[in-house]
């Protein structure tokens, strides 16, 4: 198994460490916290080191089970960084908003998901026979749709991880992943609600540089996963002696002699008996 190295003067410099006001915390994560300064918050890091190597070992072995993560934040900082990294690696996403249902009722999301590529495909039809004011509703509501779905177009199942950065802004995510036992990995700030988390990951969940330092992370374990996995054998192929030998038989034969010789193979020495 092979996961990114990383240190502790890495999660500092990404400015990871730093949580909320101390006024604002959730007392449920007394434990991830070091300390405070200047009435901030600041997370234990040896904590968070040890945290984010077990989160990462899990997302190796999901991918080299041939596993799919969906990766869930609908809040600013974090909405365009996901999707980034699950369009890299192949991965599902929802980074505008989360429609209730989403994994718990799939049967309407996957209709609206097919709704979605009728759109589409009525979009560059060339012969499509709509005039301007349909096909100008069509974009809207394509549009409005790609917005909240677009990043689970083509999933066909439930995911096997949840990926969430904020869990406060992704309780519903939480709660229908908890309700079909998809194992959650998050990353959870000093203001954070740690329970029904299965892989937690204390640290910052608002700055720039801590988000884009979990998702390096993750794109590189998911990319040494992938390139884990055995290739599929190709099909064997007859070498060139066999099949010199093999016309060599055939050559010369009428299509009665090879006909008859096809019916000897396929009957037994008794029914051949029969026969004569």
């Known amino acids: 198994m092979k996961i990114p190295n990383i240190t502790i003067q890495q999660l500092l ?90 994994l718990t009722n799939w049967g309407t999301i996957s209709g609206s998901i097919k709704k979605m590529k ?18 100008l509703k069509m974009s809207v509501k394509k549009d409005k749709l790609e917005r909240s779905l677009g990043g689970i177009a083509e999933m066909k199942k439930t995911p096997d991880l949840v990926f969430i950065i904020d869990t406060n802004y992704e309780s519903l995510a939480i709660a229908e992943s908890v309700k079909l036992g998809i194992p959650i990995i998050a990353i959870l700030d000093s203001n954070s609600n740690p329970d029904n988390i299965d892989y937690p990951i204390p640290g910052n969940d608002d700055a720039r540089r801590s988000i884009d330092l979990y998702c390096n992370l993750i794109k590189e374990t998911i990319n040494n996963a992938k390139s884990s996995i055995p290739s599929p054998e190709p099909k064997k192929e007859l070498n060139q002696d066999t099949k010199e030998k093999t016309q060599e038989k055939t050559q010369g034969k009428t299509v009665q002699e090879i006909d008859r010789e096809k019916l000897e193979q396929k009957f037994s020495k008794d029914k051949k008996e029969t026969l004569n």
């Open 118 to 135: 009728k759109y589409e495909a009525d979009l560059v039809s060339e012969n499509r026979g709509f005039t301007k004011k349909e096909l």
């Open 13 to 102: 410099e990404a400015g990871v460490h730093l949580g909320h006001k101390t006024l604002r915390w959730n007392p449920k994560m007394k434990k991830y916290i070091f300390g405070k300064r200047d009435s901030i918050h600041i997370m234990d890091l040896t904590q968070t080191l040890e945290l984010t190597k077990v989160a990462l070992e899990k997302i190796y072995s999901t991918i080299a089970n041939n596993g799919k993560i969906l990766f869930v934040s609908t809040k600013k900082q974090a909405s365009e960084a996901i999707a980034e990294v699950a369009k890299e690696t192949d991965q599902y996403f929802v980074n505008y908003r989360w429609l209730g249902g989403m």
